[in-house]
């Protein structure tokens, strides 16, 4: 799946398909995904509210470490320890 397949989901209402996909994945696969996903967290009020719920330490995580995915896999393991 892609990150534009996804927010296809979001926009169709298929939520609950959306956030299983995502979340079965590993940590790289799902980094990497919500990576493709970045653009389109803001397109919507029902996308942004998804990605809030569902995916805010993985996003907060990309954005700090400027899109570099080892380094935000790094930081979301830090950061899931803490929390």
Same mark, same amino acid.
């Given at each position: @799946?892609?990150?534009?397949?996804?927010?296809?989901?979001?926009?169709?209402?298929?939520? $609950?398909?959306?956030?299983?996909?995502?979340?079965?994945?590993?940590?790289?696969?799902?980094?990497?995904?919500?990576? *493709?996903?970045?653009?389109?967290?803001?397109?919507?009020?029902?996308?942004? =509210? !998804? !990605? =809030? $719920?569902? !995916?805010?330490? *993985?996003?907060?995580?990309? @954005?700090?470490?400027?899109? $570099?995915? $080892? =380094?935000?896999?790094?930081?979301?393991?830090?950061? =899931?320890?803490?929390?």
């Amino acid at each position: @799946m892609t990150g534009t397949e996804i927010e296809t989901l979001l926009r169709y209402g298929a939520i $609950d398909k959306a956030r299983k996909h995502l979340k079965r994945l590993a940590i790289p696969a799902r980094m990497k995904l919500l990576q *493709e996903c970045i653009p389109t967290v803001n397109a919507t009020t029902g996308s942004l =509210k !998804f !990605f =809030k $719920d569902n !995916f805010s330490v *993985e996003i907060g995580a990309l @954005m700090i470490s400027e899109q $570099d995915l $080892d =380094k935000a896999v790094s930081i979301y393991r830090t950061a =899931k320890l803490y929390k």
